[in-house]
């Protein structure tokens, strides 16, 4: 994988600190975050949550006073410094985040100029905005899988890992060993596997539960294991689920006990985001209610 250079350029009268993890993560799909700017008043209440953020992913402040210059005071900062990158910098692409349509003729100028324009915001960005970037992600789908972005633990790299495999699996592409090193680098600048005792990453991947490892000549690849009808874990969910006859069992006690069975378990290693969808796609079980109040049942014949 080609390691671009970006630079990040955050709207903070647009966007909630509470997508920067995120974003942060989403981001380490594409390169290095070389440059780290948001704008905004910080010395207003609105932006106290992103002051005590700023430090945690080293992203300098441009300060601009409101109560001053008035909203465009921010924009007109962020357009400015995103020109003078263009010129003067080596980055190869842009990451605008933002949620106001303002910055569409920005992304379209920086395309042209043969940069990649990432565009991130919320569902309410208009669509002029989206289709002036090269890709656009809407930021609400980044909360799920970067809440803990940035925490150097096994499990949170073992995730990462399963993430980047199944992204590429998606696209039909393989997984080599070195394009997982420079995306968890890109991502946690600290990463070591000798944090987690072992010499090589390839030992460390040959340790994830549910993956394979390929070795052909010097290249290494990583692929999910495909799901087998002798899948321990399969058979244990359908076991659990018939002990408990025709009335079931809540699906949030089904997966507490399967993880108590299986430490490693992880619903994204069978190609799923949530716990019910996988277990639907299982032929002998369904999976009855809405939202608190699903129930998993034997299938009737």
């Not at 809540?250 to 006990?257: I, Q, V």
Request: proline share 2%; charged share 25%; with cysteine.
């Amino acid at each position: 994988m080609e390691d671009k250079k970006l630079a990040l350029l955050i709207d903070s009268d647009n966007v909630s600190y509470k997508y920067l993890n995120g974003i942060f993560d989403e981001l380490s799909n594409y390169g290095t975050v070389t440059y780290r700017r948001i704008y905004g008043d910080f010395t207003s209440q609105a932006n106290a949550k992103w002051s005590e953020k700023l430090l945690e992913k080293s992203i300098i402040p441009i300060q601009q006073f409101s109560n001053t210059h008035g909203k465009n005071a921010t924009d007109s900062a962020l357009i400015i410094d995103a020109m003078d990158l263009l010129y003067t910098s080596n980055v190869d692409g842009f990451c605008i985040v933002s949620s106001d349509s303002d910055f569409t003729r920005l992304a379209s100028r920086l395309r042209e100029s043969g940069k990649t324009v990432i565009g991130m915001g919320e569902s309410k960005t208009p669509a002029s905005f989206r289709s002036a970037c090269t890709v656009f992600t809407e930021l609400e789908n980044l909360l799920q899988n970067g809440n803990n972005a940035g925490v150097l633990t096994k499990e949170a790299i073992e995730e990462d890992i399963i993430n980047i495999i199944t992204q590429n699996e998606n696209k039909g592409k393989q997984t080599g060993s070195g394009e997982i090193g420079s995306r968890l680098q890109n991502k946690y600048p600290d990463f070591d596997v000798r944090t987690f005792g072992y010499s090589q990453l390839s030992k460390f991947l040959e340790s994830i539960q549910g993956i394979v490892v390929k070795k052909e000549n010097n290249a290494i690849t990583v692929s999910l294991m495909e799901e087998s009808n002798n899948d321990p874990v399969i058979s244990d969910l359908i076991e659990i689920v018939r002990r408990r006859g025709t009335k079931g069992i809540g699906l949030a006690p089904l997966g507490l006990e399967i993880r108590r069975r299986h430490r490693n378990f992880n619903v994204k290693l069978y190609g799923y985001s949530q716990l019910y969808k996988f277990i639907d796609s299982i032929p002998e079980l369904e999976v009855k209610g809405g939202n608190a109040n699903r129930k998993v049942t034997l299938k009737k014949n």
